[in-house]
């Protein structure tokens, strides 16, 4: 039941008679001078006449009259241009005209505007339509991101599909290394494990091509490597793990459990931060002056040292993990880092004997395709040069 409304009783009955006189609404409106909120009023004081706003006809009330429908839509839509066809059709409503609906105010006010009604929404056609004439999903999406690239009118996303709608997505993929970097080499296994295409540009640490002003505008850290994907240039291999594992999530290299994530992640630390950086001439306070092959013997000494350590951690931890590979049957991050680190491990004379589970991962990881593929001897800047100390890797 409607409220009853208190308002001016001369001014209701004058509205009441100017109703039983067929004026409209704007006409009365007009009378009283009102601007804005005038339907509001007149509606307000007709309430008071008729006993209060009521949807059903309630004993004891009389019935409300009934009002002209395409008079009372054009008095709304014109005084109410920015509500919505449903917001007119609930005030209509609740002022008698029971029998409106958005639909008709919304042909309404097509018409007036020159418009022509709305037609029916026709059902869209299913993808294997457009399948069968030739278009991919892939092409769907690259037209839509084409549209919205000339258009400019979305921010870069940042969900899993942001290579494809993103205005600054580059389909060409670039990775800057080295064939003796083995973070390098984490990252073209990862590339190929994950069937991405990429133009490899060597960046040669021995004649000191990173410390260049071009590649320096990569990173400023000059250091491999240096991925160009999506618009952007990433470094650090680690992170560049991370982002094609989430950005192209084909052929997972984290396992879904998080226990076995952390695992993973563990092993991954473990290795780019406790083991390889230590292999590096930089991290050493060699006294000036120091002949180089005395520089050498020391630093394949530390190296070694950090190796020996680390792989007996290595060791513990897949044995707490077993499995074909570092945790479980799944390949995953700890083997794209492992297999790196056992290659310099071989190169500088460390014995493996006391390391059986570590021997083991890499041989079954240089089985397969992604990891052989992406091998230092793979690489079109590879040069035999022995077993000395990586530089920087």
Known sequence: MGKRVSTDPET???????????????????????????????????????????????????????????????????????????????????????????RTVNRYRQQQLGKPPSQPRTKRK??????????????????RHAQIAASARFPAASSRLSCLISPESSESVTLYGWFR???SWRVRIALAWK??????????????????QEFLAKNPLGQVPALCIDGFVLTQSVAILEYLEETRPNNPLLPKEPKSRAQVRRIV?????????HQNLPGLDIPPGTPDEWKLAWSKEWAQMHIKKGFAALEQMLKESPGKYCVGDQVSLADVCLLPQVYNAKMLHVDLTPYPNIV????????????KSSHPRSQPDWVDEGHGINQEV
């Open 12 to 102: 209701a009955k004058a509205v009441h008679c100017m109703r039983k006189e067929k004026k409209t609404f704007a006409q009365i409106g007009s009378h009283f001078g009102h601007t804005g909120s005038w339907a509001k009023y007149v509606c307000k004081a007709f309430d008071a006449t008729t006993g209060g706003a009521v949807n059903k006809r309630t004993p004891g009330r009389p019935k409300k009259l009934s009002l002209d429908q395409e008079e009372s839509i054009r008095m709304l839509a014109e005084n109410m241009p920015e509500a919505s066809s449903l917001q007119i059709t609930n005030a209509l409503q609740k002022r008698g005209v029971l029998d409106c609906s958005a």
């Open 126 to 143: 299913p993808a294997v339509e457009a399948v069968a004439r030739g278009s991919s999903l892939v092409d769907m999406l690259l037209d």
């Open 360 to 371: 083991r991962n890499n041989e079954e990881l240089i089985k397969l395709e992604a990891f």
């Open 269 to 277: 630390e473990t290795i780019v931060s406790g083991i390889q950086p």
């Open 195 to 212: 069937g991405i295409k990429y133009e490899n540009i060597p960046v040669s640490l021995q004649k000191g091509q990173q410390h260049s």
């Open 181 to 183: 970097s083995s973070c």
